[in-house]
């Protein structure tokens, strides 16, 4: 094997306000983590698919994921994101020593492209993922003022996949959990042993689902491309 997908969405959702987790909520007629385990699976670089999912979802997820060939493990997830992005690693192979890949199982809509630019960046450099640079001027604030405008040049939010050789996401989860640091993702843990992490392109429409304005926001695209609605 290759490369391993990790899939987290383990997440309750709460700024959803849903009774179900939200990679479990519909979206074009299907769950979100479905979308998402088709992209990896239908991705010719990806061998095998690894879900992390909410205790309570854990058999839903398995009728759910079996029919996919490449579905490696579904297993329980943690409190943190990366809690249970750590439970996905003990499911890797004993000895791999492959790309994994690193994915919100919230961003339905990602592109087989942007998976395999990952892949290829991963493997080049040992740590890629996917930026998108930001429309709106980005401003810090303190105590309700603002305080200063960033270059916005040289700012773009981070998505997912986010690939890399093994061993350092290892070695960089090792270190993280060490110094007891709080991951927003896998590339900040690699920031911390200086270690480079490269940058592709990262697409509109990897947008991570995490309202309800979301979900409609996807769901009219699916409409729009399905051509029942004109653009
Ligand atoms: O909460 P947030 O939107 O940042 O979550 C990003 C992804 O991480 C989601 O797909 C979510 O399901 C997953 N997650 C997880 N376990 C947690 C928290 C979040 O798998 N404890």
Excluded: C
């Excluded at 919230?106 to 942007?114: D, F, M």
Aim: zero cysteines; aromatic letters at 4%; proline letters at 5%.
């Amino acid at each position: 094997m290759e490369t391993l997908a990790i899939l987290v969405a383990a997440g309750r959702g709460e700024r959803m306000g849903a009774s179900r987790p939200k990679a479990f909520l519909a979206l074009g007629g299907k769950p979100i983590l479905l979308w998402a385990a088709e992209a990896f699976a239908s991705a010719p670089s990806v061998d095998a698919l690894v879900a992390v999912v909410p205790a309570a979802e854990l058999e839903d997820a398995r009728e759910l994921l079996g029919p996919l060939s490449k579905l490696r493990a579904v297993t329980r997830g943690g409190s943190r994101r990366q809690d249970s992005v750590l439970e996905g690693l003990k499911q890797a192979p004993d000895g791999f020593d492959g790309i994994v890949l690193v994915h919100d199982a919230a961003r339905p809509l990602v592109e087989v492209g942007t998976i395999e630019a990952v892949v290829h960046a991963a493997r080049e450099t040992g740590a890629a993922l996917p930026m998108l640079a930001l429309a709106d001027t980005v401003k810090r604030v303190r105590a309700g003022r603002v305080v200063e405008t960033l270059d916005r040049t040289e700012l773009a939010g981070a998505q997912t996949p986010q690939g890399f050789r093994f061993a350092l996401l290892v070695r960089a989860y090792e270190a993280a959990f060490r110094d007891r640091v709080t991951l927003t993702d896998e590339g900040v843990a690699l920031e911390r042993l200086g270690h480079p992490v490269a940058a592709v392109a990262g697409t509109a429409r990897n947008r991570k689902i995490t309202t309800t304005e979301d979900l409609s926001w996807a769901e009219d695209l699916l409409l729009r491309e399905r051509g029942r609605v004109a653009p």
